[in-house]
């Protein structure tokens, strides 16, 4: 039978509450931003029980809603960029192709209302992630140059029979996974304090809106393009499957213990065990011959590597996808879980101020927009997103988030986005493979042994 569509009630766009004079000026993208052109936004939203007391209220979404829009419109006085769209300037002689964010005549972020006939556990309880949930996000399939012409923000709310998702699209352009889930908290708290009727006069962590920007350069960048048809991909992921695997705090425990010992080092981390058994996993899932080539990157943040290091709360793009040194799938799945992991230690390791840099200054040479057909190799995996992000701390009057979901965008084979788990220390994995491959995961033994189905009780 098929499942019911989502249903689209209502529009509207949020301006920040106020506009600081800062906000009037144009905004411009640094390098790592202006890369991301071509990729899609970022999509990520949790799904919420209905409180008892939502099926005596009949106006309890209606309020709900009013209360989200006023503290989204605070929030975006100190997110100001993100109610703004893309403008590009260009000149002929001297040439000139200049993208920034024009932050004064814009309608704002875009803030939708819609429904679902379905439940939580329509939802979660299939063993692949239900394809509608795509339909939980604005911006499906468009790329972040699309940001000329529609919100760079949108804040999706879709009520379900017994619970509401909350789904926010960012432009990636204008931030990393750091950079968005700092904006979605800092949309929580001013939201749990206008609930206790407390209007904050400053919050916890305001966000580093100035660029950061190689010495003596900046702030305008000029792409070596004439129109976007030169750089702009429209990318369409293959038929595949996209489910949830669940590790928990002792499991992961145990992949750090066994990598470590195997390499009788204590350097290893947690995440990088954990990412070396993917490694290992969904090649061998593949079924790559023993002489392919096959590496592992991981999205690694850059803010604390440079010299001197950025803030934590630097708003913008500061990731960059460090790239294991290739090896043969037959030497892969031959040695340990440990050799494979040092790989990636050794390749952490390694990115550091110099790295980054040295790529900077290559960019600047010759500046290119990142692609995900080109980007990313096929018999490769992407370690994508962070565990260490504060994602269920994010509280919407409706208790703690029961689950975390992403949309269609920046889904490729190979793609493995990892979050943090709703019990503390855990992992959820959302793994991205072939039809078959997947099964031949989910018949791995050694695979399944370390990691659960996701309980949402």
């Known amino acids: 039978m098929d499942s019911p569509n989502v249903k689209y009630i209502s529009e509207c766009f949020i301006q920040p509450h106020s506009a600081s004079e800062e906000s009037k000026k144009p905004f411009y993208l640094a390098p790592f931003d202006l890369a991301m052109l071509s990729a899609h936004y970022i999509q990520k939203g949790l799904l919420f029980t209905k409180p008892p007391e939502a099926n005596n209220n009949p106006n309890f979404l209606q309020t709900l809603l009013a209360k989200l829009k006023h503290s989204l419109s605070l929030a975006l006085v100190h997110f100001y960029p993100l109610a703004?769209?893309?403008?590009?300037?260009?000149?002929?002689?001297?040439?000139?192709?200049?993208?920034?964010?024009?932050?004064?005549?814009?309608?704002?972020?875009?803030?939708?209302?819609?429904?679902?006939?379905?439940?939580?556990?329509?939802?979660?309880?299939?063993?692949?992630?239900?394809?509608?949930?795509?339909?939980?996000?604005?911006?499906?399939?468009?790329v972040n140059h699309d940001g000329h012409t529609t919100s760079l923000l949108t804040v999706q709310v879709t009520e379900l029979v017994d619970g509401v998702f909350i789904g926010l699209s960012m432009n990636h352009a204008l931030g990393d996974g750091t950079s968005y889930w700092h904006f979605f908290n800092t949309w929580s708290e001013i939201f749990r304090a206008e609930e206790n009727n407390v209007t904050l006069s400053e919050i916890s962590r305001p966000p580093v809106l100035e660029r950061w920007?190689?010495?003596?350069?900046?702030?305008?960048?000029?792409?070596?393009?004439?129109?976007?048809?030169?750089?702009?991909?429209?990318?369409?992921?293959?038929?595949?499957?996209?489910?949830?695997?669940?590790?928990?705090?002792?499991?992961?425990?145990?992949?750090?213990?066994?990598?470590?010992?195997?390499?009788?080092?204590?350097?290893?981390?947690?995440?990088?065990?954990?990412?070396?058994?993917?490694?290992?996993?969904?090649?061998?899932?593949?079924?790559?011959?023993?002489?392919?080539?096959?590496?592992?990157?991981?999205a690694a943040n850059n803010r604390a590597r440079i010299n001197p290091p950025l803030s934590p709360n630097y708003f913008g793009n500061s990731i960059h996808p460090v790239k294991s040194q290739p090896v043969k799938a037959g030497e892969l799945l031959e040695n340990g879980l440990g050799w494979a992991a040092w790989k990636l230690h050794e390749t952490v390791v390694n990115h550091n101020d110099k790295w980054i840099r040295q790529s900077i200054d290559a960019w600047l040479k010759s500046p290119t927009v990142y692609q995900l057909s080109r980007t990313f190799d096929p018999h490769s995996i992407m370690m994508g997103s962070g565990p260490r992000f504060d994602m269920y701390g994010n509280e919407f009057g409706m208790g703690k988030a029961v689950a975390l979901r992403s949309g269609y965008a920046n889904k490729f084979i190979g793609k493995v986005t990892s979050y943090s788990g709703r019990e503390a220390g855990s992992i959820d994995l959302e793994v991205c493979l072939p039809p078959a491959a997947m099964r031949a995961l989910e018949s791995d033994a050694g695979f399944m042994e370390a990691a659960s189905v996701p309980s949402y009780d």
């Open 84 to 142: 703004g769209r893309l403008v590009t300037k260009k000149e002929q002689d001297p040439h000139l192709y200049l993208v920034y964010v024009d932050c004064s005549n814009c309608p704002g972020a875009k803030f939708i209302h819609a429904s679902l006939d379905m439940s939580i556990s329509d939802i979660l309880s299939p063993t692949d992630v239900p394809l509608v949930v795509q339909s939980f996000f604005d911006h499906d399939r468009a």
């Open 213 to 298: 920007f190689p010495e003596g350069l900046g702030p305008i960048f000029s792409l070596p393009y004439t129109n976007p048809d030169e750089f702009i991909e429209r990318f369409e992921a293959p038929e595949m499957r996209e489910r949830i695997f669940h590790f928990s705090s002792e499991s992961i425990a145990k992949l750090k213990s066994k990598a470590n010992s195997e390499c009788e080092t204590s350097k290893i981390s947690s995440f990088q065990a954990l990412s070396a058994l993917l490694w290992r996993s969904l090649t061998r899932a593949r079924g790559f011959a023993p002489n392919q080539e096959t590496s592992c990157r991981l």
